[in-house]
């Protein structure tokens, strides 16, 4: 499907409304694979966006294109996250936060899921990349926690975020999950640590 250049996206600003419009749709998106039904309509997206469907589509040229550009997008903003909670937070506080916004993350794939195996299926998003960002956050949280003996020194960043992985798919409930991530950064404080 080709979608013209409108008269408006000419003018010199266009390219900032462009990028605000495509940063619109991606909170949009958001939003609504986190709240709504799965599949998420397009139009319902690009409504909560303010703006038309083409400009959507001009964007993501396909709802796996917008699935993906959303996971990746919300993947990034986690695994950023580990420096800024330990500016604010002790490590262990840090990384309790740090896995409240995990689950909130792993939430944002509920409205995609569909669209998500189709992405995975391609092979542009993989669990391998998936793991690497959010190993280097993990380690960036455990590296904190020893410097101050608050975290344990023989914990490993891939046990850590498997461990995570593991119990977001057994947890029968949202809160089932969160009690056992609590459990889960308890067994990473170090024996003398509160």
Request: cysteine-free; proline content about 6%; charged content about 25%.
């Amino acid at each position: 499907m080709v979608i013209p250049v409108s008269d408006t996206e000419r003018r010199p600003g266009a390219r900032k409304d462009a990028r605000r419009n495509r940063e619109r749709i991606i909170e949009a998106a958001t939003r609504a694979f986190t709240t709504g039904p799965d599949p998420v309509k397009i139009e319902t997206i690009a409504h909560e966006a303010g703006v038309g469907v083409g400009t959507l589509y001009r964007n993501f040229p396909s709802r796996e294109a917008l699935v993906e550009e959303v996971y990746r997008s919300e993947l990034t903003r986690l695994s950023a996250l580990a420096p800024t909670l330990l500016a604010d937070h002790s490590p262990p506080e840090a990384l309790r936060e740090w896995m409240r916004r995990y689950q909130e993350f792993v939430a944002t794939k509920h409205g995609m899921a569909e669209a998500l195996r189709a992405v995975i299926a391609s092979g542009a998003i993989t669990s391998g990349n998936t793991r690497e960002h959010l190993n280097g956050a993990i380690a960036t949280l455990l590296e904190a926690g020893r410097a101050d003996g608050t975290l344990r020194t023989d914990i490993h960043p891939p046990d850590v975020s498997a461990s995570m992985a593991g119990i977001m798919l057994a947890a029968a409930d949202v809160d089932q999950a969160s009690r056992m991530l609590q459990l889960l950064v308890d067994g990473l404080l170090a024996r003398d640590s509160p």
